[in-house]
């Protein structure tokens, strides 16, 4: 099987595939097709949302932590509050926030009571950009969604919810073997 990331198989070389290497009781190449449909159209959309957020300096951590900052009282939270709103560790919001605040979108404030305790507080530019880059996403989102129906999307919706229940089916399966 020769293929490059961007050799996307088509049905008859996903076949092929499965016949090599699995139990035809258990293989399905209409669900692989599928698999690797979603796949490779969450990748297209994801690098064309890179580039948006690029136009603005922002990652994609960068925006959401940016977010959760908007919404916050004082527009601060502590970096524990971050790392399990982004569901990231403590040193990969470190990171984070490092380099935002080398950008200026995020000031570190230390407590004046505890010393060792930090708040992260979104700046002046941080609330600038965001501003910036808010209605430029939500023209992307309309962009990439145009072509549904308000019924689509509620079907689209409803199936996402199936995809996630089978991805913790999966998670599930991996666990008990793990155990094993």
Do not use: C
């Not at 595939?17 to 190449?29: C, H, I, M, R």
Request: hydrophobic share 40%; proline share 2%.
């Amino acid at each position: 099987m020769d293929f490059t990331f961007n050799d996307k198989p088509n049905q008859h070389r996903i076949q092929q595939t499965l016949e090599q290497f699995t139990d035809e009781n258990t293989a399905n190449a209409q669900m692989v097709g599928l698999f690797l449909e979603l796949q490779w159209t969450y990748r297209t959309m994801q690098q064309q949302y890179n580039q948006l957020l690029g136009q603005f300096h922002l990652s994609e951590s960068q925006f959401i932590i940016l977010m959760f900052l908007e919404k916050a009282p004082n527009h601060a939270h502590l970096p524990s509050e971050l790392a399990d709103r982004l569901g990231s560790s403590r040193a990969t919001i470190t990171k984070l926030v490092n380099h935002m605040q080398k950008d200026g979108l995020v000031a570190k404030q230390h407590s004046k009571v505890d010393k060792r305790s930090v708040t992260i507080q979104m700046t002046a530019k941080g609330a600038q950009i965001l501003k910036a880059f808010l209605p430029k996403n939500f023209d992307a989102v309309n962009t990439i969604m145009a072509n549904l129906s308000a019924s689509e999307i509620q079907q689209l919706f409803s199936l996402f919810q199936k995809i996630k229940l089978g991805t913790q089916n999966l998670k599930q399966e991996m666990e008990s073997a793990h155990d094993e």
